[in-house]
Nanobody
Framework: QVQLVESGGGLVQAGGSLRLACAGSGRTLSWLAVGWFRQAPGKEREFVAAISWSGDRKHYTDSVKDRFTISRDNAKNTVYLQMNSLKPEDTAVYYC???????????????????WGQGTQVTVSS
């Protein structure tokens, strides 16, 4: 079991940037795929981005492509989500998740992850 803690959320104006971090403890994240998901009030949780254990494969939902970048530093047991050009519609609680996943289908599906963090709030004002 791996424990995940998100950080880096906050309030930012539209067009601004934030970098979220997902820190793992209890076991290494090095061999796990990590995904970022978000849930806005009154909406279902949705996939945002995912990165393979090696970092060589990254997947993004269309609405964040060219604005968000997922990366990982296995030495720090941390995965990052750099969010640029933020929009009010990016407002949500952002969660990271980790598991032994390898295909694009499983890495982009919230149902496949068993390890989840508590979430961090991102609010983008217009």
């Amino acid at each position: 079991q791996v424990q995940l803690v998100e950080s880096g959320g906050g309030l930012v104006q539209a067009g601004g940037s934030l970098r979220l971090a997902c820190a793992g403890s209890g076991r290494t994240l090095s061999w796990l795929a990590v995904g970022w998901f978000r849930q806005a009030p009154g909406k279902e949780r949705e996939f945002v981005a995912a990165i393979s254990w090696s970092g060589d494969r990254k997947h993004y939902t269309d609405s964040v492509k060219d604005r968000f970048t997922i990366s990982r530093d296995n030495a720090k047991n941390t995965v990052y989500l750099q969010m640029n050009s933020l929009k009010p519609e990016d407002t949500a609680v952002y969660y990271c998740a980790a598991d032994w996943l390898s295909s694009i289908v499983t890495m982009t599906s919230g149902r496949e992850y068993k390890n989840w963090g508590q979430g961090t709030q991102v609010t983008v004002s217009s």
